[in-house]
């Protein structure tokens, strides 16, 4: 990933953090039918490795699992909120008008070999585990045991487990610190005029991150 040094992230606390927080990963992979990507929901492992393990299962009859050998590097692109950006917004603008356009956004690449998991206990912690995190916040929580262990059994003879030992792993906030203090302040007001929930959530980075290095 192209990281101009004001817009990297490497502190591992908050690359994990991102992961959790988004839970939605592209699995990207090149395997025998060249290059396959399926948008997969990840569980975070960091128990056995510094940089983390992350766990999936895909459906028995998505042939992405199939199409690469165990061991082959496969990519996990966490994306997080994004915006466009006006140049009318920059106190730039009206000094000089030598401005553009741009996008501001967030994420998350990890990328590691994959090992695929075709052990129906192992696909069941991953699930029982995915869904403890995701439904933790609802009054009452649902989990894999509410439903009748035939169903269950059933249901996981149709998916497949992987698992990626992440090998490296990069973040990328660009949300205006390349911008002169005016200019940010301007995409930041200019962010929260409009009322969308991913101009507030991108005026929020602005507003903590975009301050020029």
Known sequence: MYQPPHFREDRLDILHGFIRAQTLGMLVTSGRSGLLANPIPFLLDVSSSTKGVLKAHLSRANPQWRDIESGAEALVIFQGVDTYITPSWYETKRETGKVVPTWNYAVVQAAGPMTIMDDPNWVRAQIGALTAQQEGSFA???????????????????????????????????????????DRLGVSEGLRSRESRTAQEMADLVDQRGVKS
Do not use: C, H, M, T
């Open 140 to 182: 009452e929580p649902w989990a894999v045991s509410d439903a009748p262990d035939d169903f269950v059994a059933a249901q996981l003879k149709g998916i497949v487990g992987v698992q990626i030992a992440i090998a490296r792993i990069e973040g990328k906030w660009k949300v205006s610190q390349n911008r002169p203090e005016g």
